[in-house]
């Protein structure tokens, strides 16, 4: 991997992304992250219940911030959230500059 690039697993909700990502880490001596796991701790609520009480869109807006600002961390196998490469935003920066 180049200096500056993320190792992103992306696929649909329990597709295995973030159990296979935390294996190939560890594998490659990376550090792993779970973008849901990071949503969940800076809400200190669980997705499920974001999406009770507050709906999708404002789940996906959290989620945009949160994705952008995990995909900054350099040299890192990340997992994103099962819908997250739908938003366009989220996509061209992955496409961009990430494996």
Same mark, same amino acid.
């Not at 973008?35 to 807006?61: A, N, P």
């Not at 900054?72 to 366009?88: C, D, E, P, Q």
């Given at each position: 991997?180049?200096?500056?690039?993320?190792?992103?697993?992306?696929?649909?909700?329990?597709?295995?992304?973030?159990?296979?990502?935390?294996?190939?880490?560890?594998?490659?001596?990376?550090?792993?992250?779970?973008?849901? =796991?990071?949503?969940? +701790?800076? *809400?200190? !609520?669980?997705? #499920?219940? %974001?999406?009770?009480?507050? /709906?999708?869109?404002?789940?996906?807006?959290?989620?945009? =911030?949160?994705?952008? +600002?995990? *995909?900054? !961390?350099?040299? #890192?196998? %990340?997992?994103?959230?099962? /819908?997250?490469?739908?938003?366009?935003?989220?996509?061209?920066?992955?496409?961009?500059?990430?494996?």
């Amino acid at each position: 991997m180049k200096s500056k690039e993320n190792l992103v697993f992306l696929g649909m909700m329990g597709s295995g992304k973030s159990s296979i990502g935390s294996l190939v880490a560890r594998k490659l001596k990376l550090n792993f992250i779970d973008v849901d =796991k990071e949503i969940e +701790k800076e *809400l200190g !609520i669980s997705i #499920t219940k %974001i999406f009770e009480k507050k /709906g999708e869109d404002y789940f996906r807006k959290i989620e945009e =911030k949160i994705t952008l +600002k995990v *995909l900054k !961390i350099n040299l #890192t196998v %990340i997992s994103l959230g099962g /819908g997250a490469f739908i938003n366009k935003v989220i996509r061209k920066e992955v496409l961009k500059n990430h494996i």
